[in-house]
T-cell receptor
Framework: DAGVIQSPRHEVTEMGQEVTLRCKPI?????LFWYRQTMMRGLELLIY????????DSGMPEDRFSAKMPNASFSTLKIQPSEPRDSAVYFC????????????FGPGTRLTVL | GIQVEQSPPDLILQEGANSTLRCNFS?????LQWFHQNPWGQLINLFY???GTKQNGRLSATTVATERYSLLYISSSQTTDSGVYFC?????????FGAGTTVTVRA
């Protein structure tokens, strides 16, 4: 079975540009999470979707960040405009059934904003 | 959210040695996971263990939920075990991660 799929794996962009990260959860999983990993803050939850509905976006750092889940098999995280401090590894994770279940992580997208 | 503390922060092992990593958490949990972040940055699921004991090959884990800690055991360590080991826990949907234990296994 395919795991969580993320694209692109690496993204280098210039400050001010729009960045879109993509995630395909494991088939049948109805909870999806976006996390960010930085040296300073470690791994932190950005947003949580359940059945395609955003449940908790309190971790989204600023209005420059937005996330959507138009269907059960696709989610995007968009940063517009990007800033150098957004440089990080962004992970998508999914879990079946209730949110207490084991979360499975994608390979991550390493974002560098110059 | 739950506070998660991992110890030790760094561990250097000779190949073949055994080791124990510890994770303390601040509240009752219904999810506790151990991950290995490999040198390529991927987070590999090791155990989903909110309570009890599990084993997978040379790795095993024990969570004592009533005392709010979990242990990860690595036996007969190999160089491929190098990387960062994270503990993460939650009592809702929000996994809180520890700062990790960086393990270096020397040949």
């Amino acid at each position: 079975d395919a795991g969580v799929i993320q694209s692109p794996r690496h993204e280098v962009t210039e400050m001010g540009q729009e960045v879109t990260l993509r995630c395909k959860p494991i088939s049948g999983h109805n909870s999806l999470f976006w996390y960010r990993q930085t040296m300073m803050r470690g791994l932190e939850l950005l947003i949580y979707f359940n059945n395609n509905v955003p449940i908790d976006d309190s971790g989204m750092p600023e209005d420059r960040f937005s996330a959507k889940m138009p269907n059960a098999s696709f989610s995007t995280l968009k940063i517009q405009p990007s800033e150098p401090r957004d440089s990080a590894v962004y992970f998508c994770a999914s879990t079946p059934g209730g949110s207490y279940n084991e979360q499975f992580f994608g390979p991550g997208t390493r974002l560098t904003v110059l | 959210g739950i506070q998660v503390e991992q110890s030790p922060p760094d561990l250097i092992l000779q190949e073949g040695a055994n080791s124990t990593l510890r994770c303390n958490f601040s509240d009752s949990v219904n999810n506790l996971q151990w991950f290995h972040q490999n040198p390529w940055g991927q987070l590999i699921n090791l155990f989903y263990i909110p309570s009890g004991t599990k084993q997978n090959g040379r790795l095993s884990a024990t969570t004592v939920a009533t005392e709010r800690y979990s242990l990860l055991y690595i036996s007969s360590s190999q160089t491929t075990d190098s990387g960062v080991y994270f503990c993460a826990s939650s009592n809702d949907y929000k996994l809180s991660f520890g700062a990790g234990t960086t393990v270096t296994v020397r040949a």
